[in-house]
């Protein structure tokens, strides 16, 4: 098998190789590394790689198959990192400056059962600084740039683990979102991306944003990996206080199963205006694609979704006001030099370490929490937030799922929104509510646009239907076919 076709398959079909022993796992590194090598420079997925980790794991796997011993459903499988994410021993950076230098003490939860799970960790994966963005133009490091076309971005904040996915540097990767971070890069890069149920997957070891909002989730080219990587990093954590003490389903059990009967909701707000033209076809192709799959479809309103952009940036800008306190130049990353006394130490080390979005928000939600503010802003949104969730229980009393484009439009040229600040937030209109509500949510690439940019879909669910979320996104995986598309584009392009 020549490398190019084996970083190429999906976690399912690299898995039957390394059981019937036509590859190694060390070998699927190998290739993936040359890659990387190749690729990275210009696409600027990851921010750091951890080989020593990855080929430590992967000489396990292959010595387990060699001894004929049982193995986790991803072992041997390459993941890249989102490097918000600890993993002991290694730089965990969030893309800023004032962390730069910063190596992880610990694991987070995740990165534990990825071990316990054998998966190699490629890299740690560029994103937008502490998360903030929807295009990935905030690192204060490099730019990444979107693999279909190296002029567009790749989404935000996690545009490097989609990248990293998109462009086969890695099989599987790992995100956080807190208004959309997975599910807009991931419709941006042509790939599959999942928000699970809030406390779902822990957040322990996770560099905070909006505490309330950010959710860790896979990301990978085919619904039937994305599934099994959220089940592999689902579970309750005693470590995180809103870790949910449920048993996790098997996420793959339903992925087949007939969806005839089964009602989906198309969220009328987010078909109805702002869409482009190609988006409004690729959506209306998957709403007649799941009538002819048996599902019946309803228009569903969601009244309060208009003010679901006010809504989000007080509440996440607010609680990263007060996560973000802590990177003051004292307990540990980036301090100022020469400073005289400890204000202006405290003053020179966030002004330097900061980049300008970050600071930005700050500074929002320090308002919106401020004396003789909180009541009129803080409260008032945390109080719209709960009718918003109000509108998705009625929703859900209806149908079985709810349906819109991942966002409004294809992947943008670089730089085209970093001088509107309003426009760029504009680009999470579909993806917020789902962190909102805490419910799950994800996005699978279905068509290309006029320009051959991917386009993606939204799925939501209520809380904790993730399984049968699957089951609907690889009904319409089936009918889409896109990664057939996806590697076709790819072959006729010097990048991959």
Known sequence: MNTEDLIKQSASEQRKA??????????ILDAL???????????????????????????????????????????GIPLALKDNINLKGFKTTASSKILENFVSPYDATVSKKLKENL???????????????SSNE??????VKNPWNLNKVPGGSSGGSAAAVSAYHSTLALGSDTGGSIRLPASFCGIVGMKPTYGRVSRYGLIAF???????????????????????????DEHDSTSLNLEVPDMTQNL???????????????????????VRKALDDAIQAYKNLGAEIEMISLPLIKYSIGVYYIVATAEASSNLARYDGVKYGYRAPNCESLIEMYNKTRAQGFGEEVKRRIMLGTYALSSGYYDAYYKKAQQLRRLIKNDFDHAFEKVDMLMCP?????????????????????????????????????SLPFALDSNKMPIGIQLLAPMLKEDRMFNFAYKL????????????????????
């Open 119 to 133: 998966i190699p960790v490629v890299g740690k994966t560029n994103l937008d600084e502490f998360a903030m963005g």
């Open 33 to 75: 590394y040359k890659h990387i090598e190749a690729e990275n420079a210009e696409i600027g997925d990851f921010n750091s790689l951890t080989q020593d980790e990855a080929y430590e794991t992967a000489k396990k796997v292959d010595e387990k198959i060699a001894n004929g011993e049982d193995l986790p459903k991803l072992a």
């Open 406 to 442: 991942t966002c409004p439009d294809t992947a943008f040229d670089i730089g085209s929104k970093s001088e509107d600040p309003l426009a760029m937030y504009l680009t999470d209109i579909a993806t917020i509510t789902a962190n909102l509500a805490g419910i799950p949510a994800m």
């Open 256 to 278: 087949n199963k007939d969806i005839k009967g089964m009602k989906i909701g198309v969220i009328k707000e987010l078909y109805e205006t702002g869409l482009a033209p190609d």
């Open 210 to 236: 909006g505490s309330s909002l950010d959710q860790i989730g896979p990301f990978a080219r085919t619904v039937e990996d994305c599934a099994l990587l959220a089940e592999a990093i689902a579970g309750y």
């Open 138 to 143: 905030n690192s204060a490091f490099n730019n």
């Open 477 to 496: 995986e089936q009918v889409a076919d896109f990664n057939n598309k996806h590697q076709n584009n790819f072959a006729q392009k010097t990048v991959c």
């Open 18 to 27: 390394l059981l019937n022993k036509e590859v190694k796992a060390t070998e």
